[in-house]
């Protein structure tokens, strides 16, 4: 277990260090809010964990978006990486390569992940339909591995692969180096990111996104319950994954679809899963009544944008247990009214 020592110049006032960091995380936000342009005050920034925070609120109807904080800094994408191992299995099966029935071997190494897994054994094997569901619901590493295997012949080549598709989408920041989302140095996202591939999921596979609104599924006799309370407890939520590991924060890119309005909204960096959830929330009832009424967009994000910002720099990295590449100064903002050019799904 990675552990921490940290010494205090006052050790007979422990709590004095705790007051002064939040201090300093408070004086920063109200700094970022006072140098910003709108004049609409922006939804507060969680102090937990600033360093692991980004947030994106876009239009699904659009592209525009309409709340960032970060969304360009690099984060651990933890298990929504399953996002990008669901779209080239969906992918797979739409192109008439596999379908619901084909069966998945699972290898000695993909049965030694760690959890949250489904527990198969080596030369046991899945069928397709059963390992959306485990992948989508579970979030099961060990049927992440053996998709990977199944349909890149490694998992090292599946995600060269899940690579290349993030680039054919506009996700610029976003490399990955394995299926699930496990600890990897070198696997990172951004929250822009993670909308794009989260609005790509609902376009392109229509047919299959029902898989993401599940909170549970059978499994050999079973009830698998999944992680995803913000599909029962805020109005218009119909997906779409969560993720978690100690680097990351608690994650989540959720799917809204309510009063005629679609949004995606992403939170990354969540201290916990039920503050996370609360973000997302507020977020979402600030602003969905912004957001125009239609199909989800055919075309996403700005390749580049004139729009002024305030220019935020990304607050230091803490010391988690990898290595996170320094983000560069990002913008926070609020309000952005005019449709942006996009980066178009291909």
């Known amino acids: 277990m990675l552990t921490e020592s940290r010494s205090s110049p006052l050790p007979a006032f422990p709590w004095f260090g705790s007051i002064f960091r939040a201090a300093a995380v408070l004086l920063a936000i109200v700094v970022a809010l006072a140098g910003c342009s709108t004049t609409e005050a922006l939804t507060p920034v969680p102090v937990a964990a600033p360093e692991k925070y980004a947030a994106i609120v876009v239009d699904a109807s659009n592209g525009r978006t309409l709340f960032q904080a970060y969304a360009t800094a690099p984060r651990y994408p933890a298990s929504l990486t399953k996002m990008m191992t669901l779209y080239l299995l969906f992918e797979a099966m739409q192109q008439g390569r596999v379908s619901k029935a084909s069966l998945i071997p699972v290898s000695q190494n993909a049965a030694s992940q760690q959890p949250s897994k489904l527990g198969f054994r080596r030369g046991e094997q899945i069928e397709v ?28 080549g599946f995600a060269s692969q899940m690579t290349g598709k993030a680039r054919q989408l506009g996700m610029t920041g976003t490399v990955f180096r394995n299926a699930s989302g ?103 009832a600030r602003y969905l009544p912004q ?56």
């Open 291 to 346: 957001a125009s009424g239609g199909s989800i967009a055919s075309s996403l994000f700005p390749a580049a944008t004139a729009q002024a910002e305030a220019q935020v720099p990304a607050p230091a990295p803490a010391m988690p247990p990898m290595a996170m590449p320094a983000a560069a100064p990002t913008a926070v903002s609020a309000g952005i009214e005019a449709p942006i050019p996009a980066v178009e799904i291909r």
């Open 182 to 284: 496990l600890p990897d140095a070198g696997q990172r996202t951004t929250a822009r990111d993670m909308a794009v591939l989260g609005m790509a999921l609902r376009k392109h596979f229509p047919q299959y996104y029902h898989y993401f609104s599940a909170t549970e599924f059978s499994f050999r006799g079973k009830r698998v319950r999944g992680h995803n309370d913000t599909l029962e407890k805020i109005r218009g939520v119909d997906g779409i994954k969560t993720g978690y590991i100690r680097a990351s924060g608690f994650n989540i890119v959720t799917s809204v679809n309510a009063d005629g309005r679609k949004l995606v909204v992403v939170v990354m960096g969540g201290e916990t899963a039920r503050k996370r959830n609360a973000h997302v929330e507020e977020l979402i």
């Open 129 to 156: 339909e059963t390992a959306i569901r485990a992948l989508a619901t579970k979030s099961a590493n060990d049927v992440a591995v053996a998709v990977a295997e199944y349909l890149g012949g490694s998992e090292q």
